[in-house]
Structure formats: C-alpha cells, structure tokens
C-alpha cells in the first residue's frame, strides 16, 4: 500500500520500533553470558556500546562513555550509581567489559539482528526468493604482533610491510543491503585463506533456497558445488576461459539478437579436484551457460542453475554491482577499515557489533523507505546514518513517548530529505577505484616484556 511520506499510523509507527526492539534478545544474550546484580557494563550494554562506537564512526572509548551518559544513559540497567548519577567518566569499567564479552556472544548478536531484518523483509526482488550477492574485501589492522602474526602483512620488493591484512568475504541480501556475519581470514602469508573457501563457510549462512550472486572470482566449480547442495541456485559469472571450457560440452539451445544460451552438466577439471580434494567422484551440476553481450562491446559469460533467459540473467546480474556500495557503507562511511581492536578477539567483536550498526542503519532506511514509498537503496546510507545520528543518538534522555516522537521525526526527515537523485534508468559507468589513504611503514616497537616503548604509528585519516 502507498503512503505519503507527511502520513504516519500509529500501528505503523509501533511496528518499525517493535522491529527494532525484537532484534536484540536480551534474555538470550543475559543466558549466554550471565552478569552479577550490580554490574553497570552488562552484556547488553556492551554490545550496545560497542555498536554505538560504530555508529559514531569509530569513537574512542572515553568519548563513547560520556556520550552514553549524556544521551543514552537509559541503555544501563536500573543501577544505584546510574539513578545517582554518580558513574565515572573513566572508560576503564568499559574497557574491561569489552575485553570480557566472548566472541561467541558478539557472533549471536549479530546473527540474531541481521536475521530479523532479513524475516522481516518482503521478497519482492526476485519472484519468490531472497538474492544474496556474496564479495571480498580487505581491512588494515593495528601493527601489533598478535595481528601480524594472524593476518600478515603484504610483503613489496623491499620485504614485509608492517599492517597486518584481513580478508573479509560478505554476503548482502539484494532487496534491503542488509549482511550476513561476515567470514574473515588471512590475506598474504603461508597459511592464507582463499575467497573460495571462506565462500563455502559464508554460503551455509545464507538462506535455503536464496539465489546466490557473485562476481569471477567465485565462478569456480568447488564454490558453485557447495552452494548448490547447500540447497541454493546460482547465477554466478565466469571468467572467457574457464566459460569456453564449459561451453565444449554444452549444447546451444538459444541464439537471438546475440544472447546465446547453453544447457550443459559442469563437471570438475582436475585443478578443481586438487583445490577442492573432498568434491565426490560424481561431482557435476546441470547449468545454463549465458552469453550476454554489453553495451561497450564486451560479453558477460554467466553461469546459473536457474532455467531463465540470457537477457534475464544479465538484468538480475546487474544488481550485483549493488554490493560494492554496501562494502564502501561499511569500510568507508562507518570507519569499519580503521578498527583499532589490538587482538585478534577483539577484531573479531569490534567487526560483527560494526555489521550490527550497519544493519541497524538499513533497517531503519528500509523503514523510510517504506513511507516514501520508494526502493531502500534509493535512500542514501550516509545521510541517513546522519539522521538516525543526530535525532535519535544525540539526544538527550527522554521518556518512551518523547522517544517515540523521536523515532517519528526522524523516520519523517529521512523520507523526506536523504534520497540519492533519481538518474532513471541504471548506467553502467567505467568502474573506478576509491582512492587510499598512504600508510606509514614506520615498525612499532617493543620490548621483550612486552610493554611498548613507542607508540604504534597513527593510521592517517
């Protein structure tokens, strides 16, 4: 049903903040890592506050506690200092209740949020299924031993360099941008991780049934295998090679206007079988092959399970390019590429409670969305962080009805004010990459007790 974006019901408004609050289990999370009575940073506050830094784009410790007693001091629980305001401003209480927190709580947080958000959406996009486009990227971490050591660093002609390198493998639903926990590994050294088989890990959290979308790098045998019996179809493309190879065996089965169609049975090569030695000796999968020529006169060599047309399977593919501006959000617009985490632990849980603040986010756009009656992504992330930021988190405490008029506003300006322009029909521009940032390559120091004698070098901004 259409809405104007100046008309908001009361159920409707009560359904996009009981969304929000049905996303955190706070009797799971109370079970899973149980507090004592009087504990201020208790484990729903630190998730909470953990997100928070995220959603400030990576806010110090010291600076995220004053800002929570300032503006969000509802989030504690009903705690003798907090009625008295007597809490210290020091953010060594906090520090300690991140260092406690276990991984495994912040891993079913996250998990939790981003599935109520997925359940919540409607399909919509692709007849009668979700679509997840999965990519990989990479993040610098802070110099320190135990991350170079997990994540080594890229090495140049000159040696190794001193940021240690994390590979991140994604997977984000096509209709809302909402992520799935992310894979993580290592980059460079000798016990790296391949993208293939971070994707066999990513792709069992994604829903039966979904189509699974993906660029080249993924267009291999062991990866669409493991996919497909994980009960999942694939619309994934394939390098000229590896496609002409496939293609021997295929049958022509469509030729109009330059789109041509293939049914084939894909069957692993024998490089397959040395990367992936647990394929079984019958391993094979009945695929279309799809030759889709572009405007700038290349061709895009796509590969499905699904029985559909060359030209649908291009038009689907397109949206594939969605998740780039997805890992940007992520990196860029929340910081998420600067963690200051200086243990592999702590990397872990800064990461999954930055895609909680990044799904948060999405989930409220996608509610915006709902009013203007308009598709999510037509509403830009970054404004909307900024609106979520500034009428809802920078406030100061108010009562549930003050709250609610919050939320209200807030839903109402985004609607309003934070869409991207309307460009009409989708471009396909020259694809370019963001600029980087340099890095310093001075080594931090230590001594061998393990107290630093320098500071570690400053990440530029």
Aim: aromatic content about 8%; proline content about 7%; some cysteine.
């Amino acid at each position: 049903m259409a809405m104007d974006a100046a008309t908001l019901s009361e159920d409707e408004l009560h359904s996009a903040i009981d969304l929000l609050r049905g996303m955190i289990p706070e009797d799971e999370l109370n079970q899973l890592q149980p507090c004592g009575p009087n504990t201020v940073y208790t484990t729903l506050v630190t998730l909470w506050m953990l997100t928070l830094q995220r959603l400030g784009c990576g806010k110090s410790l010291a600076n995220i506690v004053r800002d929570v007693l300032s503006h969000n001091r509802a989030i504690f629980p009903n705690n003798k200092r907090v009625q008295e305001g007597t809490l210290s401003l020091s953010s060594a209480a906090y520090s300690n209740a991140r260092q406690r927190l276990a991984v495994e709580t912040a891993e079913y947080f996250a998990n939790h949020v981003s599935r109520s958000i997925i359940e919540s959406s409607p399909l919509g996009w692709f007849e009668d299924r979700r679509a997840f486009i999965i990519d990989g990227t990479t993040i610098t971490l802070e110099p320190t031993p135990e991350l170079q050591e997990a994540f080594p660093p890229a090495t140049n002609q000159h040696g190794e360099t001193v940021w240690p390198v994390a590979m991140l493998l994604v997977a984000h639903e096509v209709q809302t941008a909402c992520a799935l926990v992310p894979e993580i590994g290592a980059m460079y050294g000798e016990n790296n991780t391949s993208e293939a088989e971070l994707a066999k890990a990513l792709a069992r959290r994604i829903p039966r049934g979904s189509l699974v979308m993906a660029d080249a790098g993924f267009g291999i045998f062991g990866v669409a295998y493991n996919v497909v019996h994980g009960g999942s179809p694939i619309l994934f493309r394939m390098t000229k090679s590896r496609f002409k190879s496939v293609r021997r065996q295929a049958t022509l089965i469509e030729d109009f206007n330059n789109h041509r169609t293939y049914e084939a049975c894909w069957t692993p090569s024998a490089k397959d079988r040395q990367s992936h030695p647990e394929l079984p000796s019958n391993a094979a999968l009945d695929v279309f092959l799809h030759e889709v020529p572009l405007p700038n006169g290349d061709t895009l060599y796509l590969v499905t399970t699904l029985p559909i047309s060359s030209e649908q399977a291009g038009e689907y593919y397109a949206r594939r390019y969605d998740v780039e501006h997805d890992i940007r959000d992520i990196k860029v617009t929340l910081d998420t590429e600067n963690i200051r985490a200086r243990s592999v632990e702590m990397v872990q849980k800064e990461l999954l409670t930055s895609m909680v603040a990044y799904n948060l986010v999405v989930q409220f756009r996608r509610q915006a969305a709902k009013l203007a009656n308009i598709p999510p992504r037509r509403l830009s992330f970054t404004n909307v962080l900024r609106t979520f930021g500034s009428f809802l988190l920078q406030q100061a405490p108010c009562d549930a009805k003050t709250w609610i008029e919050r939320f209200e506003r807030a839903l109402r300006l985004s609607a309003k004010h934070d869409k991207l322009p309307n460009r009409g029909k989708r471009r396909n521009p020259p694809r370019r990459a963001h600029p980087r940032p340099p890095k310093s390559t001075k080594f931090m120091q230590q001594s061998n007790s393990g107290k630093q004698e320098n500071p570690p070098p400053e990440k530029p901004k």
